[in-house]
């Protein structure tokens, strides 16, 4: 199963993290499918986030399972977190 969550980056006491699709076997620093973007918590409140919506979108219409922290994170961009496919709305 491909899980989308954060793969911590940085060094101490300076926290930077890497969206990715991975597989849910791998460590949490493991082997990355996909990178999808970047967080980085201490920058200011413009500059601290970085998403791909559109592949984040497509892993969550095959099926990818998104972490709950990356769930508030994708809200935040305004991508819609539940898995599966998305139904078009007609115009």
């Given at each position: 199963?491909?899980?989308?969550?954060?793969?911590?980056?940085?060094?101490?006491?300076?926290?930077?993290?890497?969206?990715?699709?991975?597989?849910?076997?791998?460590?949490?620093?493991?082997?990355?499918?996909?990178?999808?973007?970047?967080?980085d918590?201490?920058?200011?409140?413009?500059?601290?986030?970085?998403?791909?919506?559109?592949?984040?979108?497509?892993?969550l219409?095959?099926?990818?399972?998104?972490?709950?922290?990356?769930?508030?994170?994708?809200?935040?961009?305004?991508?819609?977190?539940?898995?599966?496919?998305?139904?078009?709305?007609?115009?």
């Amino acid at each position: 199963m491909v899980v989308l969550r954060l793969k911590r980056m940085g060094r101490r006491h300076r926290p930077f993290y890497r969206l990715n699709a991975m597989d849910k076997r791998s460590p949490r620093d493991g082997r990355v499918i996909e990178e999808l973007g970047w967080f980085d918590p201490i920058a200011p409140e413009d500059k601290q986030l970085k998403i791909k919506v559109d592949r984040v979108d497509y892993w969550l219409s095959v099926g990818a399972q998104p972490s709950r922290t990356v769930c508030g994170l994708l809200k935040r961009v305004g991508c819609d977190p539940t898995p599966g496919k998305k139904l078009e709305a007609k115009a």
